[in-house]
């Protein structure tokens, strides 16, 4: 079992940056996919970036391809976190955003899609003023 929680999110001006937080527990961590999606209001939730787990201590990052270059996923298998880096902020990407987990199987694909998750975090509101 794993829990998530994020942190790190707020209010920026467009063109800020902010950087997301997600705290796991569990064991094996460094063995799960982790990504970040994103929901604003009266939207679907949206894929925005992952890490797969390609065994040892590789990592592979896939974007969303309106994202590429401005955000940035990492992680830090010491303090069992992972990161979202997000910079030159626009008004829309406003949402609230969730960290999530799968258990990885060094496959080549990247999971973007929601329902591929099986571990969610409960969001951290990021509000981008005009």
């Known amino acids: 079992q794993v829990q998530l929680v994020e942190s790190g999110g707020g209010l920026v001006q467009a063109g800020g940056s902010l950087r997301l937080s997600c705290a796991a527990s569990?064991?094996?961590?460094?063995?799960?996919?982790t990504g970040w999606f994103r929901q604003a209001p009266g939207k679907e939730r949206e894929f925005v970036a992952t890490l797969r787990w390609s065994g040892g201590s590789t990592y592979y990052a896939y974007y969303a391809d309106s994202l590429k270059g401005r955000f940035t996923i990492s992680r830090d298998n010491a303090k069992n976190t992972v990161y979202l880096q997000m910079n030159s902020l626009k008004s829309e990407d406003t949402a609230i955003y969730f960290c999530?987990?799968?258990?990885?199987?060094?496959?080549?694909?990247?999971?973007?899609?929601?329902?591929?998750?099986?571990?969610w975090g409960q969001g951290t509101q990021v509000t981008v003023s005009s």
């Open positions: 569990g064991r094996d961590f460094r063995m799960y996919d």
């Open positions: 999530a987990a799968r258990r990885g199987d060094t496959a080549s694909s990247y999971y973007t899609g929601p329902q591929e998750y099986d571990y």
